[in-house]
Structure formats: structure tokens, C-alpha cells
């Protein structure tokens, strides 16, 4: 619980700071304009005492903290395309920002990427995975990996290499998340 309590906030806790009704996150994510909860944590309370036992049920959701900025933005927008084209816009952003990376929007398969990251995001995977889960975060975590395989796929790296590697790696741990501890390896 305390991770979870640490890194993330409740459902009810993203409601209430952003004064966004349940029911209206809701129907936000029913449209595919907020991510789902990145963690679900399906609690059963048994309790005993003076009067006798008692039992509930509950599932409380989590969310990434950055998703209480993603959630004022889909409330101002309320569209689709327009939710969507300002995603874009960010993980193309942080993409053209990144030292020594050449891939520009006119990339092949750069589309298709997006799209990809997309459907993860919606899905609260990056939540998980990233300290915010927002497009920034998602974009230099992509970017830092495939960097990061390209150079190991090298064998022997140069000194220029090896510089290059080191960003990377240092960019990836600026942008992931520690995970719960039942995650780690």
C-alpha cells in the first residue's frame, strides 16, 4: 500500500484535485481520452470485534500523479482528435528536443509508433512504467531504449559511444519509474 500511496493517487483523490466528477473521468476514458487506472487493487476487509464480525469489498484505482495535468487538458478539449493531436504534439516535442537522436516527425513507422504508444497510454500502462505517464515521459523512455539497444548492438564501443550511452541510460532512469516492489527483479 505505501508505494502505491507514495507514487500514484486514488481515483477519488484525482476527482477531487482536479474537480472533475467521477462519473465525468468516466465517461472520458469510455471515449478514449483518459487512461484507465494503472493499478486496481481489489481489497477484501474482514474485521472482528465487540459486535461481531464484519466483511467488505472494494477495488480502489490508481493513477499516475502526472495524470491529474492529462485529465484538466481532455477537460478543456473534449475531443477526440483534438485530445490526441495534443499528445502528439508533446511526444513529437520532447522527441525533437533529445540530444543526438536524427528521427524527426517524417520518420517511416513514426505514425504507427504513436499510435502504438497511444493505445499503452489509454491503457494506463505507462503509469506504471514511467514517473508521470505523460507523452514526455513516454517518448524519451522510447527513444533511451531503442538508443540504448542500438549501441549495445555495436559491440565495441568508442568513446563517443560510450558518451552517448551514458545519456541514454541516464535519460531512462530520469523517466521510469521505480516500480512496486512485488515488480522488481
Known amino acids: 500500500f505505501s508505494y502505491l500511496n507514495a507514487n500514484f493517487i486514488t481515483l477519488e483523490e484525482l476527482s477531487s484535485v482536479t474537480n472533475i466528477d467521477l462519473n465525468e473521468i468516466r465517461q472520458y476514458q469510455t471515449e478514449r481520452l483518459m487512461p484507465l487506472a494503472s493499478y486496481n487493487l481489489d481489497v477484501e476487509l474482514k474485521c472482528n470485534s465487540f459486535f461481531g464480525e464484519h466483511s467488505e469489498k472494494g477495488v480502489t484505482e490508481y493513477y499516475a500523479k502526472g495524470y491529474v495535468s492529462w485529465l484538466s487538458i481532455v477537460h478543456s478539449l473534449r475531443n477526440k482528435e483534438c485530445v490526441l493531436d495534443e499528445f502528439t504534439r508533446r511526444y ?12 524527426e516527425s517524417g520518420c517511416s513507422g513514426l505514425s504507427e509508433i504513436i499510435t502504438e504508444k497511444w493505445e499503452h497510454f489509454l491503457q494506463g500502462t505507462y503509469g506504471v512504467c514511467t ?8 517518448a524519451s523512455k522510447g527513444i533511451a531504449v531503442s538508443q540504448i539497444e542500438e549501441l549495445l548492438g555495436h559491440g ?3 568513446s563517443s559511444e560510450i558518451k552517448r550511452l551514458e545519456y541514454f541510460v541516464n535519460l531512462l532512469d530520469s523517466v521510469s519509474s521505480p516500480f512496486a516492489p512485488h515488480e522488481r527483479l
Open 92 to 103: 513529437l516535442k520532447t522527441i525533437s528536443t533529445l540530444k543526438d537522436v536524427t528521427c
Open 131 to 138: 514517473k508521470t505517464g505523460l507523452p514526455e515521459d513516454i
Open 156 to 158: 565495441e564501443l568508442n
